[in-house]
Nanobody, 116 residues
Framework: QVQLVESGGGLVQPGGSLRLSCAAS????????MGWYRQAPGKQRELVAT???????NYADSMEGRFTISRNNPRNMVWLQMNSLIPEDTAVYYC??????????WGQGTLVTVSS
């Protein structure tokens, strides 16, 4: 059974930084593409970033340069480093795993609030 557990959300002031973590279990992690998505109040869930097992990354245009996704395959971990946060980054952030045999799986989400 695939499990994704996020942590690291919270309240941060504009211009600040946060690092989100996601721990995966129940899956052959090295064969999975990992990603972060977010959903702001009243909006649809949107892509933040993805990273393949080989480390190739992809970012949404509005996050590139401010956010960095990374992973450690032996530890079954993926992170999202978020810098220069703005109020528009306020959202629930979800860890995503995609595996060709298992499809998409989601974590429970972690809330990030950017406010002074």
């Amino acid at each position: 059974q695939v499990q994704l557990v996020e942590s690291g959300g919270g309240l941060v002031q504009p211009g600040g930084s946060l690092r989100l973590s996601c721990a995966a279990s129940g899956v052959e992690f090295t064969n999975a593409r990992m990603g972060w998505y977010r959903q702001a109040p009243g909006k649809q869930r949107e892509l933040v970033a993805t990273i393949t097992s080989g480390g190739t990354t992809n970012y949404a245009d509005s996050m590139e340069g401010r956010f960095t996704i990374s992973r450690n395959n032996p530890r079954n971990m993926v992170w999202l480093q978020m810098n220069s946060l703005i109020p528009e980054d306020t959202a629930v952030y979800y860890c995503n795993l995609w595996h060709r045999s298992l499809g998409h799986h989601w974590g429970q989400g972690t809330l990030v609030t950017v406010s002074s």
